[in-house]
C-alpha cells in the first residue's frame, strides 16, 4: 500500500514510539492551538450549543470524543475496580439532601474569593490575579486596578426539588461525588461483607459554579470525575496514602503520558483541606504550566464522623476478631476524567513528515484510541466489498472499528493518523486472491500482510487486547 515499504514486524505497539521521519512537534500555545483545533475539525469536542452562540466553558463531546472519554474512563475503572479484590462500585444520586453538604462543611466552606472589576464589571477569582507594580491586583479583563473587595462565593448549584420554589424544596447539584460514597460506607460494608482496607469507586458527573472556567476542558462548570475513597484502620492510612500516590502516578506512565510530563506535588500545610492529614496531586505539564489532574488525599475519620454526627448513624467497623471498634481513615484518590483526556491528547499528538508529507498524529495509547482499527477497501469498487464486510464484522466483534472508504488511501492513513487509530486493515485486490489484508503501524507505518483468519488475534497481539 502507498506509505511505506511492507515489513515484517509483529512487535507489540508502543505508544510514545517516535514516528517516521523528521519531527517537529509543537509546544506551548502552538500545541494548545493545534490540539484544540483537532479536536473541532475531527469531532473530538464541540462547543455546546454552538449554533445559538455557544455557552461559557461548557462543551459537548463528538463522535471520537465519547469513545476515547470512555475509553480513559474504562481504563480507570480496570485499574482501580475490575483487577482488584479490595474495591466496589457504586453510583450515587446527582441530586442531593442539603443535609449532607452541611455535614461535610460545603455549604459553609466550599467558596473561591470573587471580585469585581468597578471598570469593566466583569468578575474574576482573587487567587488568581496578577499584580502590578505596586502589588495591587490587576482585572485580567481590562487591565483595570479598580477592584472591590473580595468576597466567598458559594460554587455550589441550587436547584428545587418540586413545583414550589421555597426553602423547604431546597437541593444541590453534587460538587464532588465523594459524599455519595462516605452516607452509604455502612450500606456498603454490610451488603457486600467488607473489612478495612477496602474501597468504594464511582464515577459520575459533578458540578461547580466556577468563576473563571477556562483552558479548553481543563475547567469546566459541568464534568466527570473517577473517585475512590479506601478505608483503612487508622494506624495504615500513612502507608496507604504512600500507596496510592504511588499507584496512581504509574497509572498515567502506563498509558502513554511521559514521565517528564508528570509530576507528584505534595501539598504545603497551609493549604491542605480542612478533613485532609496530607495531601499530593499529580500534576501534568499542560502549555500553561503544571496543573492538577488527580489529588490524592488523607481525609482522616473526618467525613464518617462528620456524617456520624448530622445523621445520628453509626458509620464505624467492628472488627469481631479483635473486638476493636472504630471509624475508618480514608486515603481518596479523585481524578478529573475530562481533564485528563485533555493530557492523553496533549501527550500524543504529533508532527513528522512521511514519504516527504507533513502530518499530524496522534500517538495514542492502543486502549484509549477512539478506534482500535480502520478498515479500509481499496477502493469502492463492489468486488471488494463482500470481503471487507467480513473483515470488518470480525474485527467489530472484538475491537471499535471504522470502516473508511472516502478519498484516496493515503489520504485515509493520514486522517486515521491524525485521530489516533493505531492499525489500519486494508483490503485490495490481491485480496480477493490470497485472502490476506495489509496491516499498518500508525507510528512507524510499517506494512505487513497477514491472513484474513488471522486478522483478530494479530491485532490483538499488536494492540495487547
Keep these: ?11 507489540p505497539l508502543d505508544a510514545t514510539a517516535p514516528g517516521a521521519g523528521d519531527k517537529t512537534r509543537p509546544s506551548g500555545t502552538a500545541l494548545f492551538d493545534a490540539v484544540v483545533n483537532l479536536c473541532k475539525r475531527r469531532g473530538f469536542v464541540f462547543p455546546s450549543a454552538e449554533i445559538y452562540g455557544g455557552i461559557r466553558s461548557t462543551y459537548d463531546y463528538g463522535p471520537l470524543g465519547t ?39 460545603h455549604l459553609a466552606t466550599f467558596t473561591d474569593p470573587l471580585v469585581d472589576c468597578r471598570s469593566c464589571n466583569e468578575r ?106 479506601y478505608f483503612v484502620p487508622p494506624a495504615e492510612s500513612p502507608q496507604w496514602f504512600a500507596y496510592w500516590c504511588a499507584e496512581r502516578l504509574s497509572w ?41 489532574l488527580e489529588g ?67 500517538r495514542l495509547h492502543p486502549r484509549l484510541a477512539p478506534y482500535q482499527v480502520a478498515v479500509l477497501p481499496l477502493s469502492k469498487k463492489p468486488e471488494l466489498a463482500p470481503l471487507t464486510d467480513e473483515v470488518l464484522a470480525s474485527c467489530r466483534r472484538r475491537f471499535v472499528c471504522e470502516r473508511d472508504e472516502t478519498q484516496s488511501i493515503g489520504r485515509r492513513y493520514r486522517r486515521q493518523d491524525e485521530i489516533g487509530t493505531p492499525l489500519c486493515v486494508t483490503v485490495d485486490f490481491d485480496s480477493l486472491v490470497d485472502r490476506c489484508v495489509t496491516v499498518r503501524d500508525r507510528d512507524t507505518t510499517a506494512q505487513e500482510r497477514v491472513p484474513v483468519d488471522d486478522v483478530v488475534a494479530y491485532v490483538a497481539e499488536r494492540i495487547g487486547s
Design 252 to 292: 498515567y506512565s502506563r498509558y502513554g503520558i511521559p514521565e517528564a510530563m508528570l509530576r507528584l506535588r505534595p501539598h504545603e500545610t497551609e493549604e491542605l483541606s480542612h478533613y485532609s492529614s496530607g495531601t499530593a496531586d499529580v500534576e501534568f505539564a499542560f502549555p500553561w504550566g503544571w496543573g492538577e
Design 67 to 105: 469513545l476515547m472519554l470512555r475509553n480513559v474512563k474504562d481504563a480507570w475503572w480496570r485499574a482501580v475496580v475490575q483487577e482488584r479484590d479490595d474495591v466496589v462500585p457504586l453510583d450515587a444520586a446527582i441530586l442531593t439532601n442539603p443535609k449532607v453538604w452541611e455535614a461535610s462543611g
Design 296 to 362: 490524592i488525599a488523607n481525609r482522616t475519620d473526618f467525613d464518617l464522623k462528620a456524617h456520624s454526627e448530622h445523621s445520628g448513624v453509626r458509620l464505624e467497623y467492628f472488627d469481631q476478631a479483635s473486638g476493636e471498634r472504630y471509624v475508618p481513615h480514608v486515603i481518596e484518590p479523585a481524578a478529573g476524567a475530562t481533564r485528563t483526556m485533555m493530557a492523553f491528547l496533549l501527550a500524543a499528538y504529533d508532527e513528522d513528515e512521511v514519504g516527504g508529507e507533513r502530518r499530524s498524529v496522534l
Design 1 to 11: 500500500m502507498p506509505d511505506q515499504h511492507l515489513s515484517q514486524t509483529t512487535e
Design 124 to 229: 474574576s477569582r482573587a487567587d488568581h490575579l496578577e499584580t502590578d507594580e505596586t502589588g495591587a491586583p490587576v482585572c485580567p479583563h481590562c487591565g483595570s486596578t479598580d477592584l472591590t473587595e473580595a468576597r466567598p462565593f458559594n460554587l455550589m448549584f441550587k436547584t428545587f426539588v418540586g413545583p414550589v420554589e421555597d426553602e423547604a424544596s431546597v437541593a444541590y447539584l453534587r460538587p464532588e461525588t465523594a459524599q455519595g460514597m462516605f452516607v452509604n460506607f455502612a450500606n456498603v460494608q454490610t451488603t457486600m461483607r467488607r473489612k478495612p482496607p477496602f474501597g468504594i469507586a464511582q464515577l459520575g458527573r459533578s458540578f461547580r459554579n466556577e468563576i473563571t472556567p477556562g483552558n479548553f476542558v481543563f475547567r469546566t462548570r459541568e464534568f466527570e470525575q473517577m473517585e475512590m475513597e
